[in-house]
Every structure is written in structure tokens, then in C-alpha cells.
């Protein structure tokens, strides 16, 4: 089972849209997938149209992981975030060992439910969930949009796995993904090829700026479903393609 997490510490930057459109896009491969939503706004649901069940908050209380998955999709299982997970976060911040493994506790029943996938999306900023995260997960997605002050947001994740590489140096920024493409700022060029001179070969190709995207949600729907013959569409079936083939060095 690979384990991808999403993230960066800014927020907009479309995180939660990857996260949404790589999971149905494996999904619609064939490919059996978790989605598990960590972030208190739990707007991944809105791309499936379903309303909040258990939170990973729930398995504190004892609810099976199993009972907190709603399939939305063919192959496709999502556990829904939400308000409750902040309390979770107060509940890791009691723990007096290991608080950084709660949550690779907490999903260890996936590898015997056979997914071939497990996306998590995160919120932005550096909470105990990302922590969690960071030592959970084996490959990371990082989103960042193409305006200069997502630099600061990038540099501030930066500094974050730094410190988790030192417990677990194999971890890296696997798939740097630019997102808000728009030809005609110069701006986005300009940050576009600072990623490119910095991150080298982790660097996707870009997700353009699309209204079809943020329309997508509003009506439940991936971006396959709302409008697959979009731009936005294609450039996701393309990170969708890397991500499937991807073998990490």
C-alpha cells in the first residue's frame, strides 16, 4: 500500500483539489484507494457530494476505522474531516509517548483491507496531525501555487521536514506540483522556474488555472465528472499518470 500525503503550510494553494482528483483518478484505474481527510475544514467531501461521518477523531472513542470509511466511489473510500479533529489534536497533545505515531497506529487496519492507495489530505500551517503525518506517510505531494508569496509557505514546510528527516532521512518532496498556471503573469513564470533551478526532476508539470476546477466542487463532482475534456482535467490525468508510475529512488 503507498502511503502519499498532501501538503504544504499554505493554505489555496490546492491542496484539497489534488488530493480530490489524484484519488478519483487512481480510483478510476482500477486502484483501490483511501482518502482520508486530516484538516478541521473537511472540504473533500464537497467534491464527492456526501455529507461528514466518523472523523479520525471517532477511533478515539473506540469506532472501528472501517465505520468511519464511506465509499463515494467506485474503488474509492473517503473518511471525512471535520471540526471533531481538533479535539483529537488536544487528545494527541496528552499522550506521553509517541504522539507522533497516532495516526500510523490508527491506520494500520488499511494494509489489512487491501488498498493499493492511501491519499491524505492536510491542513495548511504545522499542527500535531501533520506531524503525524510526516511520519507516516512514504512519498509527499506538495502543491504550491504559482505567486511569490507561496515562497514563504514553501520555505516554512521546508524547515518542518527538516526536522522530521532526522529521524527520517528517506522522506522528501517527491512530486512538487505548481498549480495556478496562468501564461499571461509573468509572475508565474518567475516562480515557476525558481521551483523548476531548486527541486529539479520532483517538479510536475503544472495545473493551470481552470474555473472548471473550483466549479467542480460546488456540484459534487471530481473534475473527470464535471468537465473531462477541460484543461484542468488533462493536467490532472497527467499528475494522476505520474503519480501511478512514479518508483521512488
Not at 473518511?79 to 509517548?97: D, F, N, V
Not at 500551517?125 to 514553501?154: H, I, Q, R, T
Not at 529539479?200 to 476546477?213: A, E, Q, W
Request: aromatic share 8%; charged share 25%.
Amino acid at each position: 500500500m503507498r502511503k502519499i500525503g498532501i501538503a504544504i503550510s499554505k493554505g489555496g494553494t490546492a491542496k484539497t483539489t489534488s488530493a480530490a482528483n489524484v484519488a478519483h483518478g487512481l480510483a478510476r484505474r482500477g486502484h483501490k484507494v483511501a482518502l482520508i481527510d486530516l484538516d478541521t475544514q473537511g472540504q473533500v467531501k464537497g467534491f464527492f457530494g456526501v455529507e461528514q461521518r466518523g472523523t479520525m477523531a471517532a477511533l478515539v472513542k473506540g469506532v472501528p476505522l472501517a465505520d468511519c470509511l464511506v465509499e463515494v466511489r467506485d474503488n474509492l473510500h473517503l473518511m471525512t474531516g471535520g471540526p471533531e479533529l481538533a479535539e483529537l489534536e488536544e487528545w494527541i497533545s496528552t499522550r506521553t509517548m509517541k504522539r507522533e505515531m497516532v495516526l500510523s497506529e490508527f491506520l494500520q487496519p488499511l494494509e489489512d483491507m487491501k488498498f493499493d492507495f492511501v491519499i491524505l489530505d492536510t491542513a495548511p500551517g504545522w499542527n500535531a496531525l501533520n506531524v503525524n503525518l510526516l511520519f507516516y506517510v512514504e512519498e509527499l505531494l506538495c502543491p504550491v501555487k504559482l505567486e511569490a508569496m507561496s515562497m514563504d509557505g514553501l520555505k516554512e514546510f521546508i524547515g518542518h521536514l527538516g526536522q522530521v528527516q532526522q529521524y527520517r532521512a528517506d522522506l522528501k518532496m517527491d512530486y512538487v506540483v505548481p498549480t495556478f498556471l496562468d501564461r499571461r503573469e509573468n509572475q508565474c513564470g518567475e516562480v515557476l522556474e525558481i521551483l523548476q533551478n531548486h527541486f529539479k526532476s520532483s517538479v510536475t508539470m503544472p495545473i493551470p488555472k481552470n474555473v472548471r476546477l473550483g466549479e467542480s466542487f460546488g456540484q459534487g463532482q471530481t473534475i473527470y465528472e464535471y468537465a473531462p475534456d477541460c484543461p484542468g482535467a488533462y493536467a490532472y490525468n497527467d499528475l494522476t499518470d505520474l503519480v501511478e508510475s512514479y518508483v521512488r529512488k
